[in-house]
């Protein structure tokens, strides 16, 4: 069940809801796509360094946030050792394009 706060966050999600920036479409396979911006700083994970490359997705003008809250329970320990491997790693990204 969604707590008041993860409502307050999916409201806020839709209120900015726009269409993704060009960057937030994958790899254009099409040449007029490429011409006119689409996938434009965009990074396909694979060929990053870490398999991973730590993109924001979020519309612009919405704070990333998260949504699940893994327990230390049964595989959800497992699920949340690796979300806070890929934060540590997402911050490490940026703090590096900086």
Known sequence: MLSIQHLKKLKTLI?????LPSKNHSKCTH???KEIGYGKG???DHDT?????????????????????????GFEREL??????????RKKIQSEEE
Do not use: C, T, W
């Open 31 to 33: 040449r007029i796509m």
């Open 49 to 73: 360094e870490h398999g991973f490359s730590g993109q924001n997705y979020f519309p612009d003008g919405v704070e990333p946030s998260s949504f699940y809250h893994p327990v230390e329970r």
């Open 42 to 44: 965009y990074a396909y």
């Open 80 to 89: 949340k050792k690796r979300i806070e491997y890929f934060s540590k790693l």
């Open 15 to 19: 209120f900015y809801f726009k269409p």
